[in-house]
């Protein structure tokens, strides 16, 4: 069976209760998803105390809590993945900028990378804010952008492959 049939299939066992095919497929996906947490983390702030590891580990501990999924592919569970990894972010973001900590009082810094990384946060809680918008009003739309932004698609389509050659 072909890798991506495999783990298509894996996840079909999954959404049936079955536990070990979750545990099978965990390696299956691993580097994939863990490219995916690199590529999000290289938009944090430098210094950042999340790695792309713990990344990844805390968006299998919230898959795993995720009950009554019903994958249909590979693709689908990418993009739950990539959904999941963004809520992971958004709430950390989120709690950086809490009146919990420091009382409400920001950070000033003094090095131009620390003030684009603190841009960043605050880009993604808008970001954040704006998919929340546009899926009210279109949910379709917001998926597209956000399959873009942090499930790593781009625009580019498959060109259809043609067998047949004129003049032959």
């Not at 299939?9 to 947490?37: F, K, N, Q």
């Not at 580990?57 to 569970?77: M, Q, T």
């Not at 993009?79 to 950070?107: C, E, F, N, Q, T």
């Amino acid at each position: 069976m072909p890798p991506g049939q495999e783990v298509t299939a894996l996840l079909r066992a999954w959404s049936e209760g079955d536990e070990d095919a979750r545990d099978a497929l965990v390696p299956m996906v691993y580097a994939e998803l863990h490219r995916l947490a690199r590529l999000y983390m290289s938009r944090e702030r430098p210094g950042q105390t999340l790695q792309p590891t713990a990344l990844v580990h805390e968006a299998y501990l919230r898959l795993v809590d995720i009950r009554r999924v019903r994958w249909e592919d590979r693709a689908h569970f990418f993009a739950v993945s990539a959904r999941v990894m963004r809520r992971v972010l958004v709430d950390i973001a989120r709690s950086r900028g809490s009146l919990k900590r420091a009382g409400g009082l920001r950070r000033v810094a003094f090095d131009e990378q620390m003030v684009t990384a603190n841009e960043w946060s605050a880009s993604l809680l808008a970001l954040d804010d704006a998919l929340r918008e546009l899926a009210q009003r279109d949910l379709r739309k917001s998926q597209v952008v956000e399959l873009r932004f942090f499930g790593g698609l781009t625009s580019k389509r498959r060109q259809p492959r043609c067998t047949y050659q004129h003049g032959r």
